[in-house]
């Protein structure tokens, strides 16, 4: 070998030594550093004209398992999603309170109960009576407290989502422009580790945030992919997009490149993004839809023993809700009898008429039977009445008014949907609603529709993760009855067929159902449509869209007639059996308040909402599985939270021992890289030496 070939080939090794010596000293450097991933030399033989020339450097490579780095990944985006759901979650939980304390949400319906059975027992008391309305008033205000608290929630959430895709797009904006670095250096054979590890710990960031395909490039870098394999980060950054309305649940998609094409809709289903768009999109709003229903059944539940009742002495007026039915439409479809009574300031009868529903008759003062007709009952009533009171009709609210006294209603055994003749129309109501809180609204597919020919109402199909799937815009088929708006809504071409059918049940609550197998979700996104002038939508009618059910909650309040006059309390009760000439409604007469005592103790329909489905079962039944649902998503929330915090440990644990530092290892390298540097040293110098004697001899 001569001395050239043999100096050189010392030199190579030298060289290798070195560049082992800095790659051992930049990971003991970085020994602490978060998310720095340990590396290696690649060396190789040095071949020239099949002799051995030493050693060459082919690059440096980080220390990677892309099995364990992919598992870690996946472990870290479901430890984000559920880490998210259980923080908002227990925020949500918060708001009804602690159970032990007196100030418990669900403890405010018990001492409504409790007030008006303190105030059975002196009916004519003012402060009781004040009571009872103020029980009533605080539980209706904590509930307005407690929805906006959840409805204030969801903007959170939904801001957090924005800010979350903003996020999203500048670490795929700032993955891709690495890889044009790495690219480069691995061109150049140039250490690419630094912009690796810079870019490994953007990708761990991305997976905080959502789930994703981390694939490598053959020229270095990586690809970022979505679920369905459609390219965020690689040879060009996508932008995503946060696509959300109030009526409508969310997708992420992609922009179309410069504006032109069609947004592609993809699939999250892990990650920050995840968790905070279920919360906003299902969670929440099934909470305060189940708040809503919970809510408004304790209102029905109080109203019909109140409806059931009477003040002493009546109110010369009582007028009902808005029902959002016409006169005939409303009082169709009714069971059984009801008695209206007017009464003088003593309590005495002045006039009855007995409404037989089921035989179709009226019956004035125990006379005989004549019959009445749907569509002429106003006028049937009025003449019933005999001018000793006024029956009124207006914006889908019933009025009756005494001439001189007062007037009171048994309910006997009327009923629509499940309440009685004054349950219905609300005609005396302890709990008003400023809109439509009630969607069992009596309506069969037989009546008439009362909406437009021109009235029509967009919806829009979307898969369970809210990606979407059709939009339609559907006519209602005004002039119409009930069945031909259900023909239409679920016709196949031009409404919502495809996806399931729209049904009205029993009691007239319209209802959306999927196809079975098919996991979808409807939504409003547009109703312009009103059933009679100035009437109602069939979205407010019906309760249809997550606007409607989200917001009920905070309709209802204490009729201000009552809270200006706590004597107008129905706290008696008509009795008709009473002597000829005796009083039938006493003022120490307490029956009525006994009744809306117990008004939880009797069982009531609730409709699907929250984790419940439909359900018949009493209000305080309800209340507690109410509370221990919450108490239960919250919990299970934070089980999942700690079991997906425990997998991304483990992973990133093993991770770990396959990427960090380990000094042990670091300084045996460092030993046999110095003692390789040493002897390629001497090599060189031993070769120098003979260098120079061959010199001196020559």
Do not use: C
Request: hydrophobic letters at 40%; zero cysteines; aromatic letters at 6%.
């Amino acid at each position: 070998m001569s001395l050239s070939i043999a100096l050189k080939t010392a030199a190579s090794g030298l060289m290798a030594a070195q560049a082992g010596l800095r790659t051992v000293s930049d990971n003991i450097a970085n020994v602490n550093t978060p998310g720095y991933v340990r590396k290696t030399v690649d060396q190789q033989q040095l071949v020239v004209g099949g002799q051995g020339m030493g050693v060459e450097i082919t690059g440096v490579q980080r220390v990677t398992d892309q099995y364990l780095q992919s598992a870690s990944i996946t472990a870290a985006s479901d430890s984000s999603r559920w880490a998210t759901v259980s923080q908002y979650l227990d925020n949500a939980q918060s708001q009804f309170g602690d159970p032990s304390s007196k100030n418990f949400y669900f403890s405010r319906l018990d001492s409504i109960f409790s007030a008006f059975s303190t105030a059975a027992n002196d009916p004519s008391s003012s402060l009781q009576r004040g009571q009872a309305i103020s029980s009533v008033q605080d539980f209706l205000s904590e509930t307005t407290r407690i929805n906006g608290q959840i409805n204030q929630l969801g903007t959170t959430v939904d801001a957090q989502a924005n800010s979350d895709v903003s996020q999203i797009n500048d670490l795929l904006g700032q993955i891709n422009k690495l890889n044009s670095d790495i690219s480069r250096a691995k061109v150049s054979n140039a250490d690419a580790s630094g912009s690796e590890n810079i870019q490994s710990g953007l990708v761990d960031q991305l997976a905080g945030l959502m789930n994703i395909q981390v694939t490598g490039r053959p020229n270095g870098g990586v690809v970022i992919r979505s679920a369905e394999g459609y390219q965020l980060a690689g040879d060009q950054a996508a932008t995503l997009s946060y696509n959300r309305t109030d009526a409508t649940k969310g997708y992420i998609a992609i922009e179309p490149t410069g504006g032109i094409g069609q947004q592609q809709p993809i699939t999250i289903t892990s990650g920050d993004l995840r968790g905070l768009m279920d919360l906003r999109d299902t969670t929440l709003p099934a909470i305060s839809n189940q708040l809503g229903e919970f809510v408004t059944r304790a209102a029905q539940q109080i109203n019909a023993a109140s409806n059931a009742s009477t003040a002493a002495p009546p109110p010369a007026t009582l007028t009902g809700r808005n029902t959002g039915l016409d006169l005939p439409t409303a009082v169709n479809n009714f069971t059984g009898a009801s008695t209206i009574a007017i009464v003088d300031s003593a309590g005495v009868v002045q006039k009855t008429v007995a409404i037989d529903f089921t035989a179709g008759t009226m019956s004035a003062d125990g006379g005989a039977a004549t019959p009445f007709a749907v569509g002429t009952f106003l006028s049937d009533l009025n003449t019933a009445l005999g001018g000793a009171a006024t029956a009124s009709f207006s914006n889908g609210a019933l009025s009756l008014t005494a001439a001189s006294g007062g007037v009171a209603i048994d309910e006997g055994t009327s009923n629509k949907a499940g309440q009685g003749f004054s349950h219905f129309f609300g005609l005396n109501d302890i709990i008003r609603s400023s809109g439509f809180t009630n969607y069992q609204t009596g309506l069969t597919p037989a009546d008439a529709n009362g909406f437009n020919p021109s009235d029509t109402i967009s919806l829009r199909v979307a898969q369970g993760d809210g990606k979407p799937i059709r939009d339609v815009t559907v006519s209602l088929a005004g002039g119409g009855t009930m069945q031909d708006t259900l023909n239409a809504l679920n016709d196949n071409a031009t409404g919502v067929g495809l996806y399931g059918a729209f049904a009205l049940d029993a009691n007239g609550t319209l209802a959306f159902t999927p196809s079975q197998g098919l996991d979808v979700s409807l939504a409003v996104t547009k109703d312009q449509s009103s059933r009679g002038p100035g009437g109602p939508a069939l979205s407010q009618l019906f309760g249809l869209g997550v606007i409607e059910r989200s917001s009920r909650a905070n309709r209802l309040n204490v009729d201000p007639a009552l809270v200006s006059d706590p004597t107008r309390l129905p706290l008696s009760k008509l009795d008709l059996t009473v002597a000829l000439g005796q009083p039938s409604i006493r003022a120490g007469d307490g029956s009525g308040a006994v009744a809306i005592s117990q008004a939880g103790d009797t069982p009531a329909n609730f409709d699907a909402a929250g984790q419940l489905g439909p359900v018949t079962m009493t209000l305080s039944r309800y209340a507690s599985e109410f509370g221990g649902s919450v108490g239960r998503q919250a919990a299970a929330a934070d089980t999942s939270k700690q079991s997906a915090a425990s997998v991304s440990t483990e992973a990133s644990s093993r991770r770990q021992s396959v990427e960090g530092v380990n000094l042990d290892e670091e300084l045996v390298r460092l030993t046999t890289y110095q003692q390789a540097f040493n002897a390629s040293a001497r090599m060189i110098q031993a070769s120098k030496d003979l260098f120079d004697v061959l010199t001196q001899m020559i």
